[in-house]
């Protein structure tokens, strides 16, 4: 993720493609060690926002749920909230019903609240899926038009 915009770097059948992210320089991060040296990298409450945000580029709703059950045991509860604050609240919404569907309700009190406190609409889990019909959670303030299934 990057603050501007940036073309693709192509290395012969390596492709990376980067995402503009605002307000990226909130997003919290951590050093990680590399052979080359250290680099920055978003913390895993932070990864987990943007995998919500950013489900188009990882394959869709079901691949985040699948990697939410596998990141969950690494999430700190407060720090999400506070990795909450840097995305649209709707992103808040989304992340706290997939990671109960994940099986990691044990993680998301803190981000209910944020949520029941910033929510001032109803979002909608899938954006491009029609939604006239959709069931509603109202812990999440959240109407689900899809079904998600994780890999887990």
């Avoid at 943007?50 to 489900?55: E, F, K, N, S």
């Avoid at 609409?121 to 994780?150: F, G, M, T, Y």
Wanted: hydrophobic letters at 45%; aromatic letters at 6%.
């Amino acid at each position: 993720m990057v603050a501007k915009a940036r073309r693709p770097i192509v290395c012969g059948a390596v492709r990376v493609g980067f995402v503009v992210r605002k307000n990226i320089a909130f997003v919290p991060t951590q050093s990680f060690n590399t052979p080359r040296g250290t680099v920055l990298v978003s913390t895993p409450e932070a990864t987990a926002i943007d995998l919500v945000g950013y489900h188009d580029h990882v394959g869709g709703l079901d691949q985040v749920a699948t990697i939410l059950g596998e990141l969950a045991e690494n999430i700190d509860p407060e720090k999400l909230v506070a990795a909450a604050e840097t995305a649209p609240v709707p992103w808040a919404q989304r992340l706290g019903y997939l990671m109960d569907q994940a099986g990691a309700d044990d993680r998301t009190g803190p981000l209910k609240a944020y949520v029941r406190n910033h929510a001032r609409s109803i979002a909608v889990l899938l954006p491009a899926a029609p939604h006239k019909n959709a069931v509603r959670d109202d812990d999440w303030r959240l109407a689900v038009n899809v079904a998600v299934e994780s890999e887990l």
